[in-house]
């Protein structure tokens, strides 16, 4: 139709100078480009809409601490320990005092299933990353936003899941690329003066709290202490020594002594972070993908999901563009699952393969339940 049109502006344009028919017709093109790209980027946001709006209904609760102006030692449900100072804030025309409470917000993510649900990637300015997990920290007084003072930092502990070394990555708020920083995370054993977990507390109407954890503290804290306590080399060859002599298996003894270790953190700023290693990878491969049944559904969102590392890559499929997955590793095996939502139903495809030189992938989504398709998810 298109072609069928420029020949008529062609033809109706022949009696002009040629200078002005070449760029009537350049015109002319541009013009339907821009319209082709428009439509192109308002049906995607439309789609991102519509499985933001399903995913935001399975995503883990927002966790706040309601924190007292005073140094203390928080311990959220699954292990991060906060040594929470309030001198180190500071809130722009305003100074904080002892009778002020503070809201702190910090949630970790650490299966691929939350990664996807909430948009987490594990993709870096280099590449790849395998992911110890993830974290959003935030804090907060009377709806305000605090700041770490530049010449303070906020220490904390994160549970170690991998052996792998790792290093800290952080993201601005709207990107879904992480960015490496020169803090390289060093190992310590769990810091003991914690006396409880955090715990939940009754639900409170609150509209930017879901919920409140009570929680009991120490007298305080010291960076020092805290560093006395990092595990060297030679303690970590004697675990190893202790592994092999001992009749409880190697990879229960292993899982014993990560539960016990913790990586020291020290924060500059507060947002998005992300315990990761990069992937080296001696061969790189693309996906390339491509939807089957284009008459019901051409656009989607694809999941590429690694079955044996922690890592997680998305990508807006349509059939009108080449859909590529790029510098992927060679021989791994991974779970492409692809998702299409309109106004009525949820289209779902799932296909499972290892990752080779040529990776053509043609999926074909077919209706599937809200139920069926959290389900799919939590089996990754």
């Known amino acids: 139709m298109k072609q069928i049109l420029l020949l008529i502006l062609i033809f109706s344009l022949s009696s002009c100078k040629p200078d002005d028919t070449k760029k009537a017709i350049e015109k002319t093109l541009k013009t339907n480009q821009l319209k082709d790209s428009l439509s192109s980027i308002n049906r995607s946001d439309k789609l ?14 927002k966790v706040v601490f309601n924190v007292a102006f005073r140094k203390q030692n ?99 708020k709207e990107s879904s690329v992480w960015i490496k920083s020169d803090q390289k995370l060093k ?14 507390l009754p639900k409170i109407s609150d509209d930017n709290i879901d ?29 190893k020594q202790e592994i092999k ?3 409880i298996s190697s990879n229960e003894k292993e899982v014993r002594k990560l539960k016990r270790t913790f990586y020291n953190i020290k924060l500059k700023k507060l947002g998005w972070f992300n315990t990761d290693v990069f992937y080296k990878l001696k061969k790189k491969t693309d996906i390339v993908v491509k939807i089957s049944n ?20 998305k990508l807006v499929i349509e059939n009108s563009k080449k859909n590529t997955f790029k510098s992927l590793p060679l021989n791994k095996k991974v779970k492409l699952i692809s998702i299409y939502i309109d106004e009525k139903d949820l289209y779902y495809d799932e296909k499972e393969f290892i990752t080779s030189k040529k990776n053509y992938i043609t999926i074909n989504l077919e209706k599937i339940s809200e139920k069926e398709f959290i389900k799919k998810l939590d089996k990754l």
Do not use: W
């Open 74 to 172: 928080i311990k959220t449900e699954n292990g991060i320990v906060v040594f929470f100072d309030p001198e180190i804030f500071s809130l722009e025309n305003q100074k904080l005092t002892k009778k002020d409470t503070i809201q702190l917000t910090i949630n970790d993510y650490y299966s691929k299933k939350d990664f996807i649900l909430n948009d987490l990637q594990t993709i870096s300015r280099e590449g790849l990353l395998i992911s110890n997990g993830m974290f959003f920290i935030e804090v907060k007084h009377n709806n305000k936003k605090l700041k770490i003072k530049k010449t303070k930092h906020l220490s904390l502990q994160f549970p170690v899941k991998s052996n792998r070394e790792m290093y800290l990555y952080y993201k601005e």
């Open 294 to 313: 284009s008459k019901t559904v051409d656009i989607a969102v694809s999941y590429l999901v690694f079955q044996n590392i922690n890592s997680v890559s």
């Open 48 to 61: 991102l809409n519509n499985i933001n709006t399903l995913f935001s209904k399975h995503k883990k609760k």
């Open 187 to 200: 190992l310590s054993k769990e810091y003991t003066k914690i006396k409880k977990t955090a715990t939940l």
């Open 245 to 247: 002599n001992s009749n």
């Open 211 to 239: 919920q409140l954890l009570n929680y009991e503290d120490d007298d305080g804290f010291s960076t020092e202490e805290v560093n006395q306590t990092e595990v060297n080399s030679k303690s970590i060859e004697q675990k």
